[in-house]
């Protein structure tokens, strides 16, 4: 029997890739142009999105199908907020910061003439 690969997550356990796609749901440049993920979270980014829904998104469904998996990789996630699971409704995650007034994410660095 071989050892599970290094950087294979237990069960339970989020994976690196599916911690990293969670947090570019969430990124300022996402929330700007994604009109699904806005239609949650609102003009200001800080609505709050159901995590079962998070579950229903291909990317998400390719790295895991386990509701715990996600709500494990989303309390990693520096600036999200995630609901207990007693509130009505089922669980939801927020970010914790609003969406900058000036969008800069398309700014790249200055060229010298």
Not at 55 to 65: C, E, H, V, Y
């Amino acid at each position: 029997m071989q050892p599970p690969a290094a950087d294979a997550a237990s069960p339970g356990e989020p994976s690196e890739a599916l911690v990293e796609q969670l947090s570019f749901y969430f990124t300022d440049a996402n929330l700007r142009r994604d009109r699904f993920m806005k239609s949650y979270t609102g003009a200001d980014g800080t609505g709050a999105m159901p995590i079962e829904t998070l579950g229903t998104f291909n990317r998400i469904k390719a790295l895991t199908q386990d509701v715990a998996t996600i709500v494990a990789a989303l309390r990693l996630i520096p600036g999200l907020q995630v609901s207990d699971a007693s509130e009505q409704g089922g669980q939801t995650v927020q970010r914790t910061r609003t969406l900058p007034a000036k969008d800069d994410s398309e700014v790249g660095p200055h060229l010298p003439t």
